[in-house]
């Protein structure tokens, strides 16, 4: 039995029997009153949505804390940067602070501003006018965004799908608002000597085997977090044909649609024939400009699916954070005259081929990335003692927690396993997998590199 079952099935008892002994009381028990045995620390039953949904049980992230980790460890695991956004969106934030109106709250659509320079700068990408009070939505990250649309749509037990590796927060985002997941692996076909995240692919018969009659979304992350991989024109097509034929809401996830390398072309599925009526974009301001903090993201769609989710956006957050919308807003007025992205991408490249490098010298094998800033890397051959005294958090866990916590501990840089990003019937795909992010400056990702050489003597 996993972890993961261990730790639902103990919370479930622990439910169950504060629910028995709650209800078996006669005359009703007050709240100062002790249970039969004594026990208060669990009064009242917590909702069933927190173990469906993964959230009570110890994830990746608490694991490979920092906390965790020797204190000189290189994270490389979670995907934040260790440098600043640009300082002149820096000081437009400054600016906002200073203004007493951007202090105070917005429109729960965003700030007209903000909503004007999505409209400008991304009408040309979309090949349409985007009306700014009906076709873009600001939210609290896109994170926060997702969740709106998913609360704006599922009924309970409406089945959504997601291509594994997911990202992590579709889960519990799903199963918090009643939705059913249903998992469809991308398949990896590394066996070329310098594979290339292009080669994970979907198997179209599969998926449309996992499609019943209460399917209602489809979740398409593109560039993928944690692949890496751009999703081409033919395969969006195809799940297009799909879409279409099963009447299924798009949510296309495109977070990572600024980074995106070596001339690969970034196809935005609302574009595809058909699919802008049923397709909502999820974007990001903390992506795009380094600045995940901040929590600005924005959502691209029709009318139809903007409503119903700025309806239940309204009623999460109301509205979004002022003044840094002001910044995010003043970054895309400015970032085509700077040639900001252009420049982005040129920079994460050669973060990427630094980092790429090491594992060249050690001899590991990892699937190219396309886009994003994370790269999967093949530590299947990574060969740790028997004996070594592995903490009780990653016992139970697949193998690629053993190699990370390995690696981390040892070589002094962390990641994060693969498995944690998939279904307990498909983990055994992401086993052999651990997830290094490169959003680090040079110097650190150099750092990270020597350390990966002392490696070596563990491979197989």
Same mark, same amino acid.
Request: charge should be negative.
């Given at each position: 039995?996993?972890?993961?079952?261990?730790?639902?099935?103990?919370?479930?008892?622990?439910?169950?029997?504060?629910?028995?002994?709650?209800?078996?009381?006669? #005359?009703?028990?007050?709240?100062?009153?002790?249970?039969?045995?004594?026990?208060?620390?669990?009064?009242?039953?917590?909702?069933?949505?927190?173990?469906?949904?993964?959230?009570?049980?110890?994830?990746?992230?608490?694991?490979?804390?920092?906390?965790?980790?020797? #204190?000189?460890?290189?994270?490389?695991?979670?995907?934040?940067?260790?440098?600043?956004?640009?300082?002149?969106?820096?000081?437009?934030?400054?600016?906002?602070?200073?203004?007493?109106?951007?202090?105070?709250?917005?429109?729960? *659509?965003? @700030? $007209?501003?903000?909503?004007?320079?999505?409209?400008?700068?991304?009408?040309?990408?979309?090949?349409?006018?985007?009306?700014?009070?009906?076709?873009?939505?600001?939210?609290?990250?896109?994170?926060?965004?997702?969740?709106?649309?998913?609360?704006?749509?599922?009924?309970?037990?409406d089945e959504v799908i997601m291509f594994e590796p997911?990202?992590?927060?579709?889960?519990?985002?799903?199963? &918090?608002?009643?939705? *059913?997941?249903?998992?469809?692996?991308?398949?990896?076909?590394?066996?070329?000597?310098?594979?290339?995240?292009?080669?994970?692919?979907?198997?179209?018969?599969?998926?449309? @085997?996992?499609?019943?009659?209460?399917?209602?979304m489809i979740i398409i992350n593109t560039p993928h977090?944690?692949? +890496?991989?751009?999703?081409?024109?033919?395969?969006?097509?195809?799940?297009?044909?799909?879409?279409?034929? &099963?009447?299924?809401?798009?949510?296309?996830?495109?977070?990572?649609?600024?980074?995106?390398?070596?001339?690969?072309?970034?196809?935005?599925?609302?574009?595809?024939?058909?699919?802008?009526? @049923?397709?909502?974009? $999820?974007?990001?301001?903390?992506?795009?400009?380094?600045?995940?903090?901040? @929590?600005?993201?924005?959502?691209?769609?029709?009318?139809?699916?903007?409503?119903?989710?700025?309806?239940?956006?309204?009623?999460?957050?109301?509205?979004?954070?002022?003044?840094?919308?002001?910044?995010?807003?003043?970054?895309?007025?400015?970032?085509?005259?700077?040639?900001?992205?252009?420049?982005?991408?040129?920079?994460?490249?050669?973060?990427?081929?630094?980092?790429?490098?090491?594992?060249?010298?050690?001899?590991?094998?990892?699937?190219?990335?396309?886009?994003?800033? &994370?790269?999967?890397?093949?530590?299947?051959?990574?060969?740790?003692?028997?004996?070594?005294?592995? #903490?009780?958090?990653?016992?139970?866990?697949?193998?690629?927690?053993?190699?990370?916590?390995?690696?981390?501990?040892?070589?002094?840089?962390?990641?994060?396993?693969?498995?944690?990003?998939?279904?307990?019937?498909?983990?055994?795909?992401?086993?052999?997998?651990?997830?290094?992010?490169?959003?680090?400056?040079?110097?650190?990702? +150099?750092?990270?590199?020597?350390?990966?050489?002392?490696?070596?003597?563990?491979?197989?």
């Open positions: 039995m996993s972890l993961f079952a261990l730790v639902r099935n103990r919370f479930q008892a622990l439910s169950r029997t504060a629910v028995r002994l709650i209800s078996s009381s006669n #005359p009703p028990m007050s709240l100062s009153q002790p249970l039969p045995n004594g026990d208060r620390s669990n009064l009242i039953p917590f909702s069933s949505r927190l173990l469906d949904g993964r959230a009570l049980a110890q994830d990746v992230w608490s694991i490979f804390n920092a906390a965790n980790l020797p #204190p000189d460890c290189i994270n490389l695991g979670q995907g934040y940067m260790n440098f600043p956004p640009p300082s002149w969106i820096i000081q437009a934030a400054d600016k906002a602070l200073n203004e007493t109106l951007a202090n105070h709250y917005s429109h729960p *659509k965003g @700030r $007209v501003r903000l909503r004007q320079a999505i409209k400008n700068f991304y009408e040309a990408s979309f090949n349409r006018s985007l009306d700014i009070e009906t076709e873009i939505l600001v939210t609290s990250g896109a994170n926060e965004g997702q969740y709106s649309v998913f609360t704006a749509f599922l009924e309970q037990g997911f990202f992590d927060q579709y889960l519990p985002s799903v199963t &918090f608002n009643g939705g *059913k997941p249903v998992y469809v692996p991308l398949h990896p076909n590394l066996s070329e000597e310098k594979p290339n995240s292009s080669e994970w692919k979907i198997d179209f018969d599969e998926l449309r @085997r996992s499609i019943t009659p209460r399917a209602k977090n944690p692949i +890496g991989k751009v999703f081409t024109r033919e395969e969006l097509e195809q799940i297009a044909i799909i879409a279409e034929e &099963f009447n299924l809401l798009v949510m296309a996830d495109e977070v990572y649609d600024c980074l995106v390398y070596d001339g690969k072309e970034h196809v935005r599925f609302a574009n595809l024939p058909g699919m802008w009526d @049923r397709t909502v974009t $999820v974007l990001s301001a903390g992506k795009a400009f380094a600045a995940t903090g901040w @929590r600005v993201g924005w959502l691209i769609g029709p009318e139809s699916i903007i409503k119903p989710t700025l309806a239940a956006c309204t009623r999460i957050v109301f509205c979004s954070n002022s003044p840094l919308q002001e910044a995010a807003a003043s970054g895309l007025e400015e970032a085509r005259e700077r040639g900001f992205f252009e420049k982005q991408v040129a920079e994460y490249e050669e973060r990427r081929n630094v980092l790429l490098s090491a594992f060249d010298t050690i001899g590991l094998k990892y699937s190219l990335p396309e886009g994003t800033y &994370f790269v999967l890397v093949d530590v299947s051959g990574v060969k740790f003692p028997e004996n070594y005294p592995f #903490p009780e958090s990653v016992q139970g866990r697949g193998k690629d927690f053993k190699a990370c916590w390995f690696i981390a501990m040892e070589i002094g840089v962390s990641s994060i396993p693969v498995s944690e990003f998939y279904c307990e019937e498909h983990c055994n795909i992401g086993e052999s997998y651990a997830r290094f992010s490169f959003c680090k400056d040079v110097d650190t990702l +150099g750092e990270a590199g020597e350390r990966l050489q002392a490696l070596k003597k563990y491979i197989i």
